[in-house]
Protein backbone atom coordinates (compact mmCIF):
# COMPACT_ATOMS: atom_id res chain seq x y z
CA UNK A 1 0.00 0.00 0.00
CA UNK A 2 1.37 3.32 -1.35
CA UNK A 3 2.06 6.08 1.78
CA UNK A 4 1.51 3.37 4.81
CA UNK A 5 -1.15 4.90 6.60
CA UNK A 6 -0.65 3.17 10.20
CA UNK A 7 -3.05 0.64 12.31
CA UNK A 8 -3.93 -0.52 15.90
CA UNK A 9 -6.31 -3.28 16.69
CA UNK A 10 -7.42 -3.13 20.21
CA UNK A 11 -9.09 -5.81 22.16
CA UNK A 12 -10.56 -6.07 25.08
CA UNK A 13 -10.39 -9.56 27.25
CA UNK A 14 -12.14 -11.05 30.32
CA UNK A 15 -12.66 -14.52 30.91
CA UNK A 16 -13.13 -15.13 27.09
CA UNK A 17 -10.55 -17.63 26.67
CA UNK A 18 -12.75 -20.20 24.72
CA UNK A 19 -13.34 -17.60 21.82
CA UNK A 20 -9.98 -15.90 22.37
CA UNK A 21 -7.92 -18.30 19.74
CA UNK A 22 -10.51 -17.87 17.07
CA UNK A 23 -10.93 -13.85 17.08
CA UNK A 24 -6.94 -13.44 17.33
CA UNK A 25 -6.73 -15.91 14.50
CA UNK A 26 -9.69 -13.56 12.31
CA UNK A 27 -7.05 -10.67 13.04
CA UNK A 28 -4.02 -12.28 12.05
CA UNK A 29 -5.73 -13.52 8.96
CA UNK A 30 -6.40 -10.62 7.69
CA UNK A 31 -4.67 -9.49 3.98
CA UNK A 32 -3.98 -6.13 5.69
CA UNK A 33 -2.14 -6.82 8.92
CA UNK A 34 -2.44 -4.32 11.54
CA UNK A 35 1.24 -2.30 12.89
CA UNK A 36 0.08 -3.60 16.63
CA UNK A 37 -2.38 -5.46 18.00
CA UNK A 38 -2.72 -4.88 22.00
CA UNK A 39 -4.56 -6.68 24.09
CA UNK A 40 -5.86 -6.07 27.52
CA UNK A 41 -7.05 -8.51 30.08
CA UNK A 42 -9.48 -7.79 32.08
CA UNK A 43 -8.00 -9.76 35.75
CA UNK A 44 -9.35 -12.89 34.00
CA UNK A 45 -9.56 -16.29 36.22
CA UNK A 46 -9.36 -18.60 33.23
CA UNK A 47 -6.38 -19.29 31.14
CA UNK A 48 -6.89 -16.40 28.91
CA UNK A 49 -3.55 -14.63 29.85
CA UNK A 50 -1.79 -18.26 28.95
CA UNK A 51 -3.32 -17.76 25.42
CA UNK A 52 -2.43 -14.38 25.05
CA UNK A 53 0.88 -14.81 25.68
CA UNK A 54 1.56 -17.68 23.13
CA UNK A 55 0.54 -15.36 20.48
CA UNK A 56 2.74 -12.69 21.57
CA UNK A 57 5.51 -14.95 21.65
CA UNK A 58 4.95 -15.89 17.76
CA UNK A 59 4.28 -12.57 16.93
CA UNK A 60 6.53 -8.67 17.59
CA UNK A 61 3.81 -6.61 17.36
CA UNK A 62 1.37 -8.24 19.87
CA UNK A 63 1.15 -6.51 23.24
CA UNK A 64 -0.44 -7.37 26.62
CA UNK A 65 -1.72 -5.69 29.49
CA UNK A 66 -2.80 -7.05 32.43
CA UNK A 67 -4.96 -5.51 35.43
CA UNK A 68 -4.18 -6.35 38.47
CA UNK A 69 -8.38 -5.91 39.60
CA UNK A 70 -11.30 -5.61 36.95
CA UNK A 71 -11.60 -2.06 35.80
CA UNK A 72 -14.51 -2.50 33.54
CA UNK A 73 -14.36 -2.16 29.34
CA UNK A 74 -15.10 1.07 29.20
CA UNK A 75 -12.19 2.07 31.49
CA UNK A 76 -10.62 -0.69 29.26
CA UNK A 77 -11.01 1.05 26.00
CA UNK A 78 -10.00 4.75 26.62
CA UNK A 79 -7.09 3.29 28.36
CA UNK A 80 -6.11 1.57 24.57
CA UNK A 81 -7.04 4.19 22.76
CA UNK A 82 -4.57 6.36 25.03
CA UNK A 83 -1.75 3.94 24.58
CA UNK A 84 -1.88 3.08 20.87
CA UNK A 85 0.66 4.22 18.55
CA UNK A 86 -1.33 4.42 15.12
CA UNK A 87 -3.05 6.72 12.94
CA UNK A 88 -6.22 4.86 13.03
CA UNK A 89 -7.36 2.53 15.56
CA UNK A 90 -10.25 -0.42 15.94
CA UNK A 91 -11.94 -2.07 19.02
CA UNK A 92 -12.88 -6.02 18.95
CA UNK A 93 -14.08 -7.63 21.74
CA UNK A 94 -12.49 -11.28 22.47
CA UNK A 95 -15.57 -13.43 21.71
CA UNK A 96 -16.56 -11.34 18.24
CA UNK A 97 -14.48 -12.11 14.84
CA UNK A 98 -13.33 -10.08 12.03
CA UNK A 99 -14.18 -11.22 8.35
CA UNK A 100 -11.83 -11.57 5.40
CA UNK A 101 -11.03 -7.50 4.15
CA UNK A 102 -11.99 -5.61 6.96
CA UNK A 103 -8.55 -3.78 7.97
CA UNK A 104 -7.35 -4.00 3.74
CA UNK A 105 -10.78 -2.35 2.76
CA UNK A 106 -11.22 0.37 5.34
CA UNK A 107 -8.00 1.48 5.13
CA UNK A 108 -7.69 1.83 1.20
CA UNK A 109 -11.13 4.54 1.91
CA UNK A 110 -9.90 6.07 4.53
CA UNK A 111 -6.09 6.84 2.60
CA UNK A 112 -8.37 7.67 -0.50
CA UNK A 113 -11.03 9.86 2.16
CA UNK A 114 -8.24 11.35 4.62
CA UNK A 115 -10.72 14.37 5.74
CA UNK A 116 -12.88 11.47 7.20
CA UNK A 117 -13.09 10.39 10.38
CA UNK A 118 -13.81 6.66 10.50
CA UNK A 119 -14.91 3.85 8.13
CA UNK A 120 -17.45 1.02 9.19
CA UNK A 121 -19.77 -1.03 7.10
CA UNK A 122 -22.37 -3.60 8.03
CA UNK A 123 -22.12 -6.55 10.55
CA UNK A 124 -23.51 -10.47 10.86
CA UNK A 125 -24.61 -11.82 13.93
CA UNK A 126 -23.57 -15.20 15.21
CA UNK A 127 -24.11 -17.26 18.43
CA UNK A 128 -22.23 -19.03 20.88
CA UNK A 129 -21.20 -21.80 18.66
CA UNK A 130 -20.21 -18.99 16.14
CA UNK A 131 -23.15 -20.26 13.56
CA UNK A 132 -24.23 -17.14 11.68
CA UNK A 133 -27.95 -16.05 12.74
CA UNK A 134 -28.26 -12.93 10.10
CA UNK A 135 -26.82 -9.50 8.74
CA UNK A 136 -27.44 -7.00 11.22
CA UNK A 137 -30.73 -4.91 9.78
CA UNK A 138 -29.09 -1.40 10.24
CA UNK A 139 -29.33 1.40 7.83
CA UNK A 140 -27.64 1.49 4.32
CA UNK A 141 -26.23 4.97 3.68
CA UNK A 142 -24.58 3.65 0.81
CA UNK A 143 -25.26 1.10 -1.60
CA UNK A 144 -21.55 1.35 -3.00
CA UNK A 145 -18.24 1.82 -0.87
CA UNK A 146 -17.25 5.43 -0.32
CA UNK A 147 -17.08 8.67 1.51
CA UNK A 148 -19.75 11.00 2.97
CA UNK A 149 -19.37 14.88 3.70
CA UNK A 150 -20.69 15.90 7.20
CA UNK A 151 -23.83 17.49 5.22
CA UNK A 152 -24.26 14.00 4.02
CA UNK A 153 -24.28 12.42 7.58
CA UNK A 154 -26.39 14.94 8.92
CA UNK A 155 -28.96 14.42 6.42
CA UNK A 156 -28.58 10.71 5.83
CA UNK A 157 -29.14 10.02 9.75
CA UNK A 158 -32.38 12.61 9.87
CA UNK A 159 -34.05 10.27 6.87
CA UNK A 160 -32.69 7.28 7.91
CA UNK A 161 -31.01 7.20 11.93
CA UNK A 162 -27.62 5.60 12.49
CA UNK A 163 -25.94 2.78 10.92
CA UNK A 164 -22.63 2.56 12.80
CA UNK A 165 -21.49 -0.76 14.20
CA UNK A 166 -18.92 -0.28 17.15
CA UNK A 167 -17.17 -3.80 15.91
CA UNK A 168 -17.17 -2.82 12.43
CA UNK A 169 -15.36 0.75 12.63
CA UNK A 170 -11.90 1.82 12.31
CA UNK A 171 -11.12 5.40 13.53
CA UNK A 172 -8.78 7.60 12.87
CA UNK A 173 -7.16 8.31 16.64
CA UNK A 174 -6.82 12.14 16.58
CA UNK A 175 -10.79 12.49 15.98
CA UNK A 176 -11.66 10.27 19.20
CA UNK A 177 -8.86 11.60 21.60
CA UNK A 178 -10.53 15.77 20.28
CA UNK A 179 -13.72 14.61 22.12
CA UNK A 180 -12.23 13.24 24.72
CA UNK A 181 -12.66 9.43 23.50
CA UNK A 182 -15.29 7.50 25.05
CA UNK A 183 -17.92 8.94 27.09
CA UNK A 184 -18.01 6.29 29.96
CA UNK A 185 -21.56 8.06 31.08
CA UNK A 186 -23.01 6.51 27.73
CA UNK A 187 -22.10 2.62 28.77
CA UNK A 188 -22.63 0.41 25.55
CA UNK A 189 -23.84 3.37 23.69
CA UNK A 190 -20.58 5.38 23.44
CA UNK A 191 -19.18 4.11 20.68
CA UNK A 192 -22.36 4.80 18.55
CA UNK A 193 -22.31 8.40 20.07
CA UNK A 194 -18.67 8.48 19.17
CA UNK A 195 -19.09 7.60 15.43
CA UNK A 196 -21.93 10.41 15.27
CA UNK A 197 -20.15 13.01 16.47
CA UNK A 198 -16.87 12.79 14.82
CA UNK A 199 -18.93 11.65 11.21
CA UNK A 200 -20.90 14.97 11.85
CA UNK A 201 -17.83 16.97 12.29
CA UNK A 202 -15.24 15.45 10.07
CA UNK A 203 -17.65 12.76 7.49
CA UNK A 204 -17.03 9.09 6.90
CA UNK A 205 -16.66 6.18 4.75
CA UNK A 206 -19.01 3.17 4.67
CA UNK A 207 -18.80 -0.50 3.20
CA UNK A 208 -21.93 -1.84 2.32
CA UNK A 209 -20.75 -5.26 3.07
CA UNK A 210 -20.80 -7.21 6.38
CA UNK A 211 -17.11 -7.25 7.55
CA UNK A 212 -17.13 -8.43 11.20
CA UNK A 213 -19.51 -10.72 12.96
CA UNK A 214 -20.87 -9.56 16.72
CA UNK A 215 -21.70 -12.86 19.38
CA UNK A 216 -24.77 -12.80 20.73
CA UNK A 217 -24.15 -13.70 24.04
CA UNK A 218 -26.69 -13.64 27.59
CA UNK A 219 -25.38 -11.05 29.74
CA UNK A 220 -22.75 -9.56 27.26
CA UNK A 221 -22.33 -5.52 27.89
CA UNK A 222 -24.75 -4.52 25.02
CA UNK A 223 -27.58 -6.82 26.00
CA UNK A 224 -27.48 -6.03 29.84
CA UNK A 225 -27.30 -2.35 29.32
CA UNK A 226 -30.40 -2.66 26.80
CA UNK A 227 -32.12 -4.60 28.77
CA UNK A 228 -31.81 -2.99 32.35
CA UNK A 229 -34.69 -0.19 32.33
CA UNK A 230 -32.78 2.47 34.61
CA UNK A 231 -29.21 1.84 32.60
CA UNK A 232 -31.23 2.41 29.45
CA UNK A 233 -32.87 5.52 30.81
CA UNK A 234 -30.07 7.13 31.99
CA UNK A 235 -27.71 6.61 28.52
CA UNK A 236 -30.95 7.91 26.70
CA UNK A 237 -31.16 11.16 29.24
CA UNK A 238 -27.28 11.25 28.95
CA UNK A 239 -27.04 10.95 25.18
CA UNK A 240 -29.91 13.50 24.50
CA UNK A 241 -28.15 16.06 27.12
CA UNK A 242 -24.95 16.19 25.15
CA UNK A 243 -26.72 16.15 21.63
CA UNK A 244 -29.01 19.49 22.76
CA UNK A 245 -26.70 21.29 24.90
CA UNK A 246 -22.73 20.77 24.57
CA UNK A 247 -22.79 19.23 21.17
CA UNK A 248 -26.27 21.39 20.23
CA UNK A 249 -24.35 22.95 17.00
CA UNK A 250 -23.26 19.89 15.94
CA UNK A 251 -26.51 17.47 16.12
CA UNK A 252 -29.49 18.93 14.54
CA UNK A 253 -32.87 18.76 16.87
CA UNK A 254 -34.58 17.16 14.00
CA UNK A 255 -32.00 13.84 14.37
CA UNK A 256 -31.98 14.38 18.27
CA UNK A 257 -35.85 13.89 18.47
CA UNK A 258 -35.62 10.98 15.54
CA UNK A 259 -32.80 8.85 17.88
CA UNK A 260 -35.11 9.67 21.21
CA UNK A 261 -38.42 7.90 19.47
CA UNK A 262 -36.19 5.08 18.10
CA UNK A 263 -34.26 4.37 21.37
CA UNK A 264 -37.99 4.64 23.83
CA UNK A 265 -39.55 2.23 20.53
CA UNK A 266 -36.67 -0.04 21.06
CA UNK A 267 -36.15 -0.13 24.94
CA UNK A 268 -40.24 -1.22 24.89
CA UNK A 269 -39.80 -3.56 21.89
CA UNK A 270 -36.69 -5.18 24.39
CA UNK A 271 -39.29 -5.21 26.87
CA UNK A 272 -42.01 -7.00 25.05
CA UNK A 273 -39.87 -9.91 23.86
CA UNK A 274 -38.57 -10.35 27.32
CA UNK A 275 -42.13 -11.03 28.52
CA UNK A 276 -43.09 -13.05 25.63
CA UNK A 277 -39.97 -15.16 26.76
CA UNK A 278 -40.41 -15.36 30.13
CA UNK A 279 -44.31 -16.70 29.07
CA UNK A 280 -43.14 -19.30 26.09
CA UNK A 281 -40.74 -20.38 29.35
CA UNK A 282 -43.80 -20.76 31.92
CA UNK A 283 -46.50 -22.49 28.61
CA UNK A 284 -43.42 -25.03 28.26
CA UNK A 285 -44.13 -26.40 31.21
CA UNK A 286 -47.62 -27.54 30.20
CA UNK A 287 -46.12 -29.33 27.13
CA UNK A 288 -45.16 -32.06 29.94
CA UNK A 289 -48.49 -31.61 31.32
CA UNK A 290 -49.89 -35.26 32.17
CA UNK A 291 -53.10 -33.53 31.33
CA UNK A 292 -54.25 -34.24 27.76
CA UNK A 293 -56.00 -31.68 27.09
CA UNK A 294 -53.79 -29.08 28.60
CA UNK A 295 -51.21 -30.36 25.75
CA UNK A 296 -52.82 -30.01 23.02
CA UNK A 297 -53.84 -26.40 23.70
CA UNK A 298 -50.77 -25.65 24.69
CA UNK A 299 -49.28 -24.75 21.26
CA UNK A 300 -52.79 -22.89 20.28
CA UNK A 301 -52.06 -21.01 23.09
CA UNK A 302 -48.16 -20.41 22.19
CA UNK A 303 -49.08 -19.20 18.73
CA UNK A 304 -51.49 -16.26 20.56
CA UNK A 305 -48.70 -15.57 22.75
CA UNK A 306 -46.99 -14.53 19.46
CA UNK A 307 -49.59 -12.85 17.54
CA UNK A 308 -50.06 -10.44 20.51
CA UNK A 309 -45.99 -9.73 20.42
CA UNK A 310 -46.15 -9.18 17.05
CA UNK A 311 -49.32 -6.24 17.54
CA UNK A 312 -47.38 -4.68 20.55
CA UNK A 313 -44.39 -4.39 18.41
CA UNK A 314 -46.50 -2.32 15.25
CA UNK A 315 -48.57 -0.69 18.47
CA UNK A 316 -44.78 0.71 19.46
CA UNK A 317 -43.66 1.29 16.00
CA UNK A 318 -46.59 3.59 15.03
CA UNK A 319 -46.63 4.91 18.60
CA UNK A 320 -43.01 6.41 18.02
CA UNK A 321 -43.89 7.13 14.56
CA UNK A 322 -41.05 4.53 13.27
CA UNK A 323 -40.95 3.58 9.81
CA UNK A 324 -42.82 0.03 9.91
CA UNK A 325 -42.23 -0.82 6.25
CA UNK A 326 -38.63 0.35 5.68
CA UNK A 327 -37.78 -1.45 9.18
CA UNK A 328 -39.66 -4.46 7.82
CA UNK A 329 -38.34 -4.81 4.39
CA UNK A 330 -34.79 -4.05 5.87
CA UNK A 331 -35.28 -7.55 7.82
CA UNK A 332 -36.39 -9.79 5.24
CA UNK A 333 -33.88 -8.77 3.10
CA UNK A 334 -30.88 -8.36 5.19
Known amino acids: MKNHITLSVLMTNYNHAKYLPF ?10 QPDEIIVIDDASTDNSVQIIREYQKQHANFKLLQNE ?12 LNIASSKYVCFFSADDIVLPGLLEKSLLLLQKYPEAAICSSQSAQIDGK ?27 LCKTGPWFMGNTTVYKRESLLSIGGFNEQLYSFCDGFASTLISLNEGACFIPQPLAAWRQMDGGFASHNQASGDRSMMVTKNALDLMRNKYSHI ?23 HDYNNNMKDLQRYR ?8 IFTPFFSGVLKIILIFKKIFLMVRYRQPIVRIALRKLFS
Open 23 to 32: SIQTILDQSR
Open 69 to 80: SNMGILHNINRL
Open 130 to 156: GETLRILATPMPLRIPGYMTPDDVKNK
Open 251 to 273: FPEKYANKWERGRQAAWHIVQAE
Open 288 to 295: RSSIKIVR
